[in-house]
Nanobody, 118 residues
C-alpha cells in the first residue's frame, strides 16, 4: 500500500502562484512514476504532469512553461510549482503514484482544491 497526502492548495488571484506537495508513505525511489492530475468542475480528470525516478518530466500542453514538477527522494515528496495561474487551472488536484512491482498499480491522494479567481 502507498499512502499519499497532498497539501498546499488554496485560493489565489490570476497571475499568482501556488505550490502543491505530496507526502509519500514509502521510499519514493521505489516508485516508477509520480504524477499530478486534476479534475475541473464538469470535466474529466486529466494528467497535469508526471516525473520518472531519473527525473524525466512530462507536462500537459496547457501548463507547459508555467508548472514544474519535482521529486525529492530524500524527503519522499513530490511537488508541483504552479506559476502564472489562470482561471482554467481551477480544479481539485490529485497526487498519483504508480509503482510497478509484480504489476503496476495506481494510488491516489484525497485531492487538494486550487481555486484561481479572475
Amino acid at each position: 500500500q502507498v499512502q499519499l497526502v497532498e497539501s498546499g492548495g488554496g485560493l489565489v488571484q490570476a497571475g499568482g502562484s501556488l505550490r502543491l506537495s505530496c507526502a509519500v508513505s514509502i521510499r519514493l525511489s521505489s516508485i516508477n512514476r509520480m504524477g499530478w492530475y486534476r479534475r475541473a468542475p464538469g470535466k474529466q480528470r486529466e494528467l497535469v504532469a508526471d516525473v520518472t525516478p531519473d527525473g524525466r518530466t512530462n507536462y500537459a500542453d496547457s501548463v507547459k512553461g508555467r508548472f514544474t514538477i519535482s521529486r525529492d527522494n530524500a524527503k519522499n515528496t513530490v511537488s508541483l510549482q504552479m506559476n502564472n495561474l489562470i482561471s482554467e487551472d481551477t480544479a481539485v488536484y490529485y497526487c498519483n503514484a504508480r509503482p510497478c512491482w509484480v504489476q503496476c498499480n495506481d494510488y491516489w491522494g484525497k485531492g487538494s482544491q486550487v481555486t484561481v479567481s479572475s
